[in-house]
C-alpha cells in the first residue's frame, strides 16, 4: 500500500506536458527576441510592448543615475515620452552579449544602447547590464542598469 501511494504521489507531481530542457543557446535567443520586441514596442509607442518584457518587482538604474524604484515608475517614463512625440528620444538597447547561467534561473545582458532625437540625430549614447530571470511565462527582465557615455 505504501508503494503505490509513493508512486501515486510521484506521479502526480508531474507536470502534465513535459517540457524538454532548453539549451542556452535557445534561452539566449528567447532573451535576444524579447529585446527586440522591447526596442520595437519603443519604436512604436507601445507601452504594452515595453512592459510585456519586464518583470513585476523591476527596478533600473537609468544613464543619468536616478533609481527607478518599480515597473510602473519605469513605465510612466515611458509613457511621458510617448506622449510627446514631437521631443521624446527614441531608445533603442543593442546587445552584445548574453550569458545565461548555469546555476540558477537568471541570464546577464550587457550591450550599449542608443537615444535618437525625433529628427534622427543622435542624443546620447552608453553602456548598459540587465539581469534577465525565467519565471513561470518565460524570460523577464528583472533590473537595469544604463550608463551614459556621450550626451550631444
Known sequence: MFKSAALLVILLSLPAHP?????????????????????????????????????TDFNAIVGDGSFVATRAEYLRLFKQDFDSPRTAIRYERIADTVQVSASAPLAAEHGHWIGTKPDGSVAFTGTYMAMWRHGPVGWKIRSELYVTLTAR
Open 19 to 55: 517540457q524538454a530542457a532548453k539549451t542556452p543557446a535557445q534561452d539566449e535567443a528567447e532573451i535576444r527576441a524579447a529585446r527586440s520586441f522591447s526596442n520595437k514596442s519603443i519604436a512604436r509607442r507601445n507601452l504594452l510592448g515595453v512592459g510585456d518584457s519586464l518583470d
